[in-house]
């Protein structure tokens, strides 16, 4: 179940293309599309635990995995393995010996690539990079002119196309609406497509059945080809464990074929404080922690080796309502401690988002994103998904807060880069020039440095009052709108081998006629 149901480049000679002429000429007249290469941070992590309090909760991390274990469900091969690897096996619960977990998380790796069909937008995940990648698992969308409506497929092109046009956005990311138009069992096909198709960054497969997952390898190898999907990383989807402490048999199954194939897995919990944790930050760190390590290790149970990200999505409850809180405090806190424990396991991380309650991209919305945003960044996340685009806890993927979130991504980029502190950037020179009582508008140092010495907004409104009303006196969601609608407009689609495209159209087509259409 995803989070919200729960609340190349035809050039690359080393993939053995041949493109042809088709493909040469479909390169020569496309529209470049800048696109920023993921974060590397230069500013610390904020951490909030010492060293004592990280060895307490370890210790009971452990003591969960020992003593009440975690749950199986339909998946005997998953049992079998456990007991094979010595844990304490009785029905679907697993009992995990002390230290066992953590030992056969050592074989995750401590990095790893996700390549794209154009190499040019590669990404590192882990270290001190930071990924961005959308929202993800809506069925609602929203725009200013239709307002709240299901998503379709054509909901889904369209932010698919968004999202390659956005300059700080790195990944395409998956479910980023769910096309409800489409039957459930072969929209993963046209999703897909649509990835591979609309954008050359890296994206994500399905995780709603293992046969579907299977799928996504399947197209995979068509796009980047069979040898080349054998050897590298081209997915990273995104499993969630069932909070508290259950591990279901669709999700593991869909982890299984993607470890099997070397793909990589976001191995998440889903923590709703309160609802699927407990209601203290030491307490939901460690059910957090206990239920990542086990969802890692069996990853390394199936496959030793297979590329990995920890996983927390954390959210507190309105307890007068019972409905999800975003850009709280308790979140942010663990948020910020699991990132400590992740670093702790050697591996990357996962976490935070744009997120918000709010039913529109208004106040409400910018200051819960803003805060959610900004804890991922100091945190030292490494992928973060949800980066632009949620409304609604997640149930709806908007338009206007997309591009709105999106050109927001730029200030963590600028952020992240931390301080220069360069011969150049100490601006002794300019504070000679300058003197008391001066100013810098005209010295040289301004003069050489003006055009990037600040991060500017490509969306949000500088100007002075009467422009700004005689331009209509526009709000944020204004812009916004017609932001979306140019970019709709001189979108154009990145190259690709026409030969690849007709294949992967075709996998389509055959896969949808071998089944009759399936709503549930």
């Not at 599309?33 to 060293?51: C, H, M, W, Y």
């Not at 072969?186 to 198709?197: E, G, P, V």
């Not at 996340?381 to 050109?407: I, R, T």
């Not at 880069?417 to 020179?429: H, K, N, Y």
Request: hydrophobic share 40%.
């Amino acid at each position: 179940m995803t989070e919200a149901a729960q609340m190349a480049s035809g050039r690359s000679g080393r993939r053995g293309r041949s493109g042809g002429g088709a493909a040469r000429r479909a390169e020569r007249t496309a529209v470049s599309v800048e696109t920023a290469r993921f974060i590397t941070r230069n500013i610390p992590d904020f951490e909030v635990l010492d060293e004592a309090a990280l060895a307490v909760i370890e210790r009971n991390a452990e003591t969960v995995l020992e003593e009440i274990g975690v749950v199986f469900s339909d998946n005997a091969p998953a049992l079998e393995r456990w007991r094979q690897a010595g844990a304490h096996v009785d029905g679907e619960r697993v009992r995990i010996p002390r230290g066992l977990a953590r030992e056969l998380c050592a074989t995750a790796p401590a990095s790893f690539t996700q390549h794209a069909r154009n190499p040019e937008r590669n990404v590192e995940i882990g270290g001190r990079n930071l990924v961005l990648a959308p929202v993800y698992g809506p069925p609602f969308v929203r725009d200013a002119a239709g307002g709240r409506r299901y998503a379709t497929i054509e909901d889904f092109r369209s932010f698919v196309k968004l999202g390659y046009m956005s300059k700080w956005l790195h990944h395409s990311g998956g479910t980023v609406c769910e096309p409800t138009d489409v039957a459930v069992n072969k929209r993963h096909l046209d999703m897909l497509l649509a990835h591979m198709t609309y954008s050359d960054k890296p994206f994500m497969g399905s995780v709603t059945a293992p046969e579907r997952a299977r799928d996504s390898v399947e197209m995979c190898e068509i796009l980047f080809g069979k040898e080349f999907v054998a050897e590298n990383t081209v997915m990273t989807s995104l499993i969630n464990i069932n909070s508290p402490l259950t591990f279901d048999g669709i999700m593991m199954g869909a982890l299984e074929v993607y470890a099997k194939a070397n793909q990589a897995c976001i191995i998440s919990p889903f923590i709703v404080g309160g609802a699927m944790a407990p209601v203290s930050v030491a307490g939901t760190l460690t059910q957090v922690l206990a239920e990542a390590l086990a969802g890692v290790a069996y990853s390394q149970l199936v496959r030793p080796g297979a590329p990995v990200i920890v996983g927390a999505f954390v959210t507190s409850i309105d307890m007068n309502s019972g409905a999800p809180t975003f850009g709280t405090p308790e979140a942010a806190l663990v948020t910020y401690g699991m990132g400590q424990l992740a670093r702790r396991m050697g591996l990357p991380y996962r976490s935070a988002g744009g997120f918000c309650g709010s039913k529109l991209p208004d106040a409400q919305a910018g200051y819960e994103s803003a805060n959610s945003l900004n804890m991922g960044l100091m945190a030292g996340v490494n992928f973060m998904l949800h980066a632009c685009g949620w409304l609604e806890g997640g149930l709806v993927a908007s338009f206007e807060k997309f591009v709105m979130d999106a050109d927001q991504l730029g200030a963590l980029h600028q952020i992240a880069r931390g301080v220069d502190i360069s011969e150049e950037m100490q601006a002794m020179d300019a504070i000679r020039e300058v003197g008391p009582g001066g100013h810098y508008l005209g010295c040289a140092h301004t003069q050489a440095n003006f055009k990037t010495a600040f991060w500017r907004s490509d969306l949000l409104d500088y100007k002075p009052f009467e422009t700004w009303e005689e331009e209509g006196g526009r709000d944020t969601q204004a812009l916004a709108s017609a932001r979306v609608a140019k970019m709709l407009d001189t979108y154009r689609q990145p190259p690709l081998d026409p030969q690849i495209a007709q294949r992967l159209e075709d996998y389509v087509a055959q896969k949808k006629a071998s089944m009759p259409d399936s709503f549930s």
